[in-house]
């Protein structure tokens, strides 16, 4: 029931339409449209990954909270409690899996920040 | 707030009528003097620093502090905020573990204050320069009281420097100009530590508002695209608020 082509199918077209219009380019208009093609390829990226990063952490959180059902909710819950404050080990491995779930969420559509 | 700081001397227009009614554009308005300048930092600040410009910045917003107006004064402007933003995010539907992170670490932390009037927006694009000089402190829509850090920690704040990330007096000149001006009116001296605590704060609080603007531009109540992009910026303040947080227990 969902329209075709895909999303992933028309941000190529647009992609490669992108890179047709480069060799007709230079200066800043050049890197302007050559940002957008590596925009382009982190949009598609995100869209044919899914979301495996966000369950990767989200089991990750469930079972640093010891409750398989809250994932980052219950991350963010027991964050707002102190609930890790007492254990140095603890607040270590909290603050590694958001600076990875950061880095993943910015990677998503900033070709900036390559993972 | 913007006749109270008028009346007192502030560079800002003056306000002339307020209302609600729905009559242009569908949102209310108020009229105000004209004043002279522009807001664009690309157009006033293209070629590098601006200290004069930083300097009376600085006096401004020193000035700002001084105005006295009768309200509902708290004392415990970090504990409001804390909680005002808690509240936001109990009802948005995603988890936002690294913002609750943030939120907790400013918990712990918070400094003493000292309560005064602050402009709660003062940051480059509120502001007309003309010929290089301040010409009008603008958006008045967020001034409440709290410390004066907040202010200043606002403005230095690096989401505010609007890529010119080296200028970190608001992305238009050097911090110790602009707080040579503050403390040459205020008679006080700037303490960084407590403005570092306040660019965290605002780093927080930026993230929270662009969550507010993407809800906005979701349910329909405004259809600018860019309060839509904001909700892609949020994974960069993320990271900054993560940089600027050790652990909890400091």
Same mark, same amino acid.
């Given at each position: 029931?969902?329209?075709?082509?895909? +999303?992933?199918?028309?941000?190529?077209?647009?992609?490669?339409?992108?890179?047709?219009?480069?060799?007709?380019?230079?200066?800043?208009?050049?890197?302007?449209?050559?940002?957008?093609?590596? &925009?382009? +390829?982190?949009?598609?990226?995100?869209?044919?990954?899914?979301?495996?990063?966000? +369950?990767?952490?989200?089991?990750?959180?469930?079972?640093?909270?010891?409750?398989?059902? &809250?994932?980052?909710?219950?991350?963010?819950?027991?964050?707002?409690?102190?609930?890790?404050?007492?254990?140095?080990?603890?607040?270590?491995?909290?603050?590694?899996?958001?600076?990875?779930? &950061?880095?993943?969420?910015?990677?998503? +559509?900033?070709?900036?920040?390559?993972? | 707030?913007?006749? /109270?700081?008028?009346?007192?001397?502030?560079?800002?227009?003056?306000?002339?009528?307020?209302?609600?009614?729905?009559?242009?554009?569908?949102?209310?308005?108020?009229?105000?003097?004209?004043?002279?300048?522009?807001?664009?930092?690309?157009?006033? @600040?293209?070629?590098?620093?601006?200290?004069?410009?930083? @300097?009376?910045?600085?006096?401004?917003?020193?000035?700002?502090?001084?105005?006295?107006?009768?309200?509902?004064?708290?004392?415990?402007?970090?504990?409001?905020?804390? @909680?005002?933003?808690?509240?936001?995010?109990?009802?948005?539907?995603?988890?936002?573990?690294?913002?609750?992170?943030?939120?907790?670490?400013?918990?712990?932390?918070?400094?003493?204050? %000292?309560?005064?009037?602050?402009?709660? =927006?003062?940051?480059?694009?509120?502001?007309?320069?003309?010929?290089?000089? $301040?010409?009008?402190?603008?958006?008045?829509?967020? @001034?409440?009281? %709290? =410390?004066?850090?907040? =202010?200043?920690?606002?403005?230095?704040?690096?989401?505010?420097?609007?890529?010119?990330?080296?200028?970190? /007096?608001?992305?238009?000149?050097?911090?110790?100009?602009?707080?040579?001006?503050?403390?040459?009116?205020?008679?006080?001296?700037? =303490?960084?530590?407590?403005?570092?605590?306040?660019?965290?704060?605002?780093?927080?609080?930026?993230?929270?508002?662009?969550?507010?603007?993407?809800?906005?531009?979701?349910?329909?109540?405004?259809?600018?695209?860019?309060?839509? $992009?904001?909700?892609?910026?949020?994974?960069?303040?993320?990271?900054?608020?993560?940089?600027?947080?050790? %652990?909890?227990?400091?």
């Amino acid at each position: 029931m969902r329209n075709e082509p895909s +999303d992933i199918e028309l941000l190529s077209a647009a992609r490669t339409t992108l890179i047709g219009l480069l060799d007709h380019l230079s200066g800043p208009a050049r890197s302007e449209v050559a940002f957008v093609v590596r &925009t382009l +390829d982190c949009v598609i990226g995100r869209l044919g990954a899914g979301a495996g990063w966000v +369950d990767e952490g989200a089991d990750a959180a469930a079972r640093l909270c010891g409750d398989s059902a &809250t994932g980052l909710q219950g991350l963010a819950e027991a964050i707002r409690a102190g609930t890790f404050e007492q254990d140095v080990e603890a607040q270590a491995w909290v603050r590694e899996l958001l600076e990875r779930l &950061t880095a993943e969420k910015l990677a998503e +559509d900033n070709p900036n920040y390559p993972r | 707030m913007q006749r /109270a700081a008028f009346d007192a001397g502030i560079l800002t227009p003056e306000p002339l009528f307020l209302s609600d009614e729905p009559w242009f554009g569908g949102e209310g308005f108020m009229l105000m003097t004209y004043l002279r300048g522009t807001s664009q930092r690309q157009d006033f @600040a293209p070629n590098g620093p601006m200290p004069d410009l930083a @300097a009376g910045l600085g006096r401004e917003l020193a000035h700002i502090h001084q105005v006295k107006v009768d309200g509902p004064v708290t004392d415990d402007p970090v504990s409001r905020m804390v @909680a005002r933003m808690r509240s936001y995010l109990d009802g948005h539907p995603q988890p936002h573990p690294v913002l609750e992170w943030g939120l907790r670490w400013l918990e712990v932390n918070a400094p003493p204050v %000292s309560v005064c009037l602050v402009h709660g =927006d003062f940051r480059t694009g509120n502001y007309l320069v003309e010929e290089g000089r $301040l010409s009008a402190v603008l958006d008045w829509e967020f @001034a409440d009281w %709290s =410390d004066p850090h907040a =202010d200043i920690g606002w403005f230095c704040a690096k989401c505010w420097r609007l890529g010119a990330v080296d200028y970190e /007096a608001g992305g238009v000149g050097a911090r110790d100009d602009f707080y040579k001006g503050y403390e040459e009116e205020a008679g006080a001296r700037v =303490d960084p530590a407590l403005v570092s605590y306040w660019e965290l704060m605002a780093h927080v609080r930026w993230a929270v508002i662009a969550l507010q603007q993407v809800d906005r531009f979701r349910a329909g109540g405004s259809k600018r695209l860019e309060l839509g $992009l904001l909700g892609r910026r949020l994974a960069e303040l993320e990271y900054e608020i993560l940089q600027m947080t050790g %652990s909890h227990a400091q």
